[in-house]
C-alpha cells in the first residue's frame, strides 16, 4: 500500500512563506512523476505543479515565479516551496504520485494551508 504523508502546512500572512512535504513510505518515488495539487472551498481540485522522474516541471499559471517544486529521491520526498503567498492560495494541498501506464493514482491525506493577516 503506498503511503504519501504531506507535512508543512499552516497558518501563514500576506507575502509569506511555507514549504510544503510530501513523504512516501513505501517504494521509492525515482520512477514516479509526483504531483502537488490544491482544492479550495466550493472549488474542484487543481494543478498547482508536477515534477517528471527525469526532472521536467509544469507549474500552474498562477504559481509561476512563486512556488518551485523539487523532489529528493534519496530522501523519497517532493517538495513544494511557496513563496509570497497570497489569500487566494487558501486551500488544502494534497501530494500525488501517478501511476505508470495503466497504474493507479495515489493521493496524500492533504495539508491545510492558510494565508490570512
Known amino acids: 500500500q503506498v503511503q504519501l504523508v504531506e507535512s508543512g502546512g499552516g497558518l501563514v500572512q500576506p507575502g509569506g512563506s511555507l514549504r510544503l512535504s510530501c513523504a512516501a513510505s513505501?517504494?521509492?518515488?525515482?520512477?514516479?512523476?509526483m504531483g502537488w495539487y490544491r482544492q479550495a472551498p466550493g472549488k474542484q481540485r487543481e494543478l498547482v505543479a508536477d515534477?517528471?522522474?527525469?526532472?521536467?516541471?509544469k507549474n500552474a499559471d498562477y504559481v509561476k515565479g512563486r512556488f518551485t517544486i523539487y523532489r529528493d529521491n534519496a530522501k523519497n520526498t517532493v517538495y513544494l516551496q511557496m513563496n509570497s503567498l497570497k489569500p487566494e492560495d487558501t486551500a488544502v494541498y494534497y501530494c500525488?504520485?501517478?501511476?505508470?501506464?495503466?497504474?493507479?493514482?495515489?493521493w496524500g491525506q492533504g495539508t491545510q494551508v492558510t494565508v490570512s493577516s
Open positions: 500525488k504520485r501517478y501511476g505508470l501506464a495503466y497504474g493507479a493514482n495515489y
Open positions: 515534477i517528471s522522474s527525469g526532472g521536467s516541471i
Open positions: 513505501t517504494s521509492s518515488i525515482s520512477i514516479y512523476k
